[in-house]
């Protein structure tokens, strides 16, 4: 540690004010800052200051993603298991699922660093922390067989169009993860949809997720179709615990709420972005329950709790769709749009038939009207505040 | 009558807590004022260096409101006038006589005050150099003797970390404070609120003022959080605001014909050891005040409260508004891994819970800034310590945009920087919040002038 802290010390020069390196100060920086808290001093205002800052709270997202890592390696091993047919140990399934997600995760955060790191020094700002994040999101929401490549150039326009031409974190649009899964998804289909990519088996294995058997038949019960369906098991607790083909993380509700639980005490994501888009979710399948005797579409039949535990609309509420910078930014803001989430993600589902999943486009949607439902909620703030001037 | 509870905010748990009990420190020999630290004055000076100057004479006045003069919190000689850049005032320091002679005026008995006339008072304030006293908002600055205020607030409750315990100290002092409410009271057309602590207290016998209770944490104290609760300020409203310990030395002022600028003021914070209430006055020299009470050589001393006062020295004074004298040590301890490292309740403080762990004891913060600046990374961390009915977030983009009009519409008026100091405390992105409001303000102030 005293060694380290040597070394950086006498490489300090080169990167200060006239140094030879003056222009990859921010590299330095960045590296200076991972492994020692910053010196930095109050100036006025106030002379103390709490011990949360960017770094700490991204950090603590990615630390709330560890579960959905570690569960995402044992469910590949798993899954490819049953798809051979053979019978592995825990460890055996944790090893061979790393080994499949290793390169995800080193490519992404390679090609994730090289922009992050890019952009700063050209710009001649501090790096900000919240690559950090994003490459820690977009392995989880990708199949586990992506050509590295794709996840390269997905993770490049993630970051590059999703966030620093928008001119970094906390001014961009998009979440910066999703629009790389969002980008991967419509460049290259195939790896991305469609009954083949979600479980590693042998050539040719292929096997329907969840959302994609009722959206196949028409004028049938969805619950009894997934119970009668054999390959996987989709029952509801099943499909809670984990245990099916899907992207990397998405698939345990358990480690997802175990993530969700860490960001509510720390208070870094909204409680009410979280709730409102559960809310959302169960209010509109409901009602489509009640709509379903009308209509051949067996999508319209799943019932509320099954949409819950089915595709990755747990993982995208809980981690996408609380991403601060991008949700609403005012509390009343938060629960329309999370509403909004949850209602979005049951109509794509549904109605739409190209895309059985409905989440990201829902996030990525609602992105975009953030904005829209902050305007209204600030108009509504004046026009209350001036109603009580009157008094 | 109101009865405000306050939910959002957050009492800071800072170590160094002043005793709740008034000592007296060993005697003053210089007191001070720092001219430019008003703002939207222009201050003249009206005296010279080596001059003799009797307590309670005028010091200096604004150009811009000629009638407005300041009062010298001693009586003796002029012993320093600082300047800064630019030829700006900053600091009229005076040396105390052992006999300190005082301008003397007209006497009132107790009850007389609230008979007076508003001209008769006003006449009196400025006669006896007491305007600088009071501020007003918008703007929270010096308050004009031509303008008529809406209403006058003066909050008898204190929630700022380590600032004095107003119950303690008032109720020593309650005819005093009565006869500067009751003049102050004849200065507006509306009402004169006073804010006070829930509870039974000394307070209940207040009269002619409107009396409410307000509960919770900081800032609640506030009095901008009170009025917005109150009467919240409407645009083209001016309200009056008046430190309590301000009220009683107006009080005296009139009872007496004199000046005496005594307050209480507490020392305190991490870098203190036995940190107290003091029996001193309006500029105290800082040296007198923490003399043997300091706890280590590397220490920030701070006049006023460690979320708004300003950085001082022990050879600096009070300000003018501080009633309290803050000690936080320097640190520039770098940890290992900071941003991995999941630390304890003993080695970082969290009010976002990112620490995972109850803190019940105080906490010993240093002047760290625990980060660097970022951008702003929205997760309601303002929100939750601003006890206002104002977007927090909104209102700084407006600033940051500087769009004059949406920001008074989302009720920068009605703040000043001590409101949404908290937010600067709490914010992961290090953005000092208050400051930019205080921006904002005087964007509006040179845009009205």
Known sequence: MKFLSKILKSVKPKFDEGGRLERLYPVFEATETIFFSTDEQTSKGPHIRDSVDIKRVMILVVIALIPCYLFGAINIGYLNAQALGISRGWVENFLFGMKQISPLIIVTFASGAFWELLFPVIRKHEVTESFLVTCALIPLVMPPELPLWMVAVGTSFGVVLGKEVFGGTGMNIFNPALTARAFVYFAYPVAMSGDKVWAIGPDGYSGATALSIPAAATNADSVALLSAFTQFDYSWWNMFVGFIPGSVGETSKIMILLGAGLLLITKIASWRTMVGAVLGLLGTAALFNLLSPYSSNSMLTIPPHYHLVMGGFLFGTVFMATEPVTGAHTDRGRWIYGIMIGFLTVVIRSINPAYPEGVMLAILLMNAFAPVIDYFVVKGNIKRRKARYAQ | ?449
């Not at chain 2, 811009?64 to 001693?74: A, D, N």
């Not at chain 2, 006589?97 to 003397?104: H, K, N, V």
């Not at chain 2, 003091?278 to 979320?307: M, P, Y």
């Open chain 2, 1 to 449: 009558m109101a009865s405000i509870t306050i939910k959002k905010g957050h009492n800071i748990k800072i170590a160094g807590t002043p005793k709740r009990q008034i000592e007296e420190h060993s005697s003053l020999s210089t007191v001070a004022v720092h001219p430019s630290s008003f703002r939207y004055v222009k201050p003249k000076l009206m005296v010279k260096e080596g001059e003799k100057i009797g307590l309670g004479e005028p010091l200096f006045f604004d150009k811009l409101m000629p009638e407005v003069k300041w009062p010298s919190p001693g009586g003796g000689t002029l012993q320093e006038i600082r300047y800064g850049p630019r030829r700006v005032v900053e600091k009229v320091t005076v040396a105390l006589d052992s006999e300190e002679e005082t301008m003397a005026e007209k006497t009132y008995g107790a009850d007389e005050i609230f008979g007076l006339g508003r001209d008769e008072v006003k006449k009196r304030l400025i006669t006896s150099n007491l305007f600088p006293f009071i501020r007003r908002r918008p703007f929270g600055k010096v308050a004009n003797p031509e303008e008529t205020p809406r209403d006058i607030f003066v909050s008898a409750v204190n929630t700022a970390p380590l600032s004095p315990d107003l119950e303690l100290i008032l109720k020593e002092q309650m005819v005093q404070f009565q006869a500067g409410l009751d003049a102050l009271s004849r200065m507006t057309d509306g009402s004169l609120h006073v804010t006070v602590g829930k509870g039974p207290s000394a307070f209940q016998e207040l009269k002619n003022c409107k009396l409410h209770t307000v509960a919770g944490p900081h800032p609640a104290g506030n009095v901008g959080i009170q009025i917005h609760h109150v009467a919240p300020i409407a645009p083209n409203d001016v309200v009056w605001t008046v430190d309590a310990q301000h009220v009683c030395i107006i009080g005296r002022n009139f009872l007496t014909g004199k000046l005496d600028p005594s307050l209480i003021v507490t020392v305190g914070g991490p870098g203190t050891v036995n940190g107290s209430h003091f029996h001193s006055r309006l500029g105290a020299s800082i040296q007198t005040l923490v003399k043997d009470r300091l706890n280590g050589s590397e220490n920030r001393i701070v006049s006023g409260d460690v979320l708004t006062g300003r950085s001082s020295s022990e050879e600096g004074h009070l300000g003018f508004y501080s009633d309290c004298v803050s000690v936080v040590p320097k640190s520039e301890k770098r940890s290992f891994l900071g941003m991995i490292h999941p630390g304890s309740p003993k080695t970082h403080y969290s009010l976002t819970n990112a620490y995972l762990g109850r803190r019940m004891s105080d906490f010993g913060f240093t002047t760290l800034n625990n980060g660097s600046e970022r951008p702003l990374v929205p997760i309601g961390s303002w929100e939750a310590v601003l006890p206002m009915d104002i977007l927090p977030n909104e209102l700084y983009r407006a600033v940051v945009a500087e769009d004059i009009d949406l920001m008074e519409k989302l009720g920068i008026l009605e703040c000043v920087e001590e409101d949404l100091a908290l937010c600067s405390f709490a914010c992961p992105s290090k953005v000092d919040v208050g400051g930019m409001i205080r921006q904002g303000l005087d964007l509006i102030w040179a845009d009205s002038a």
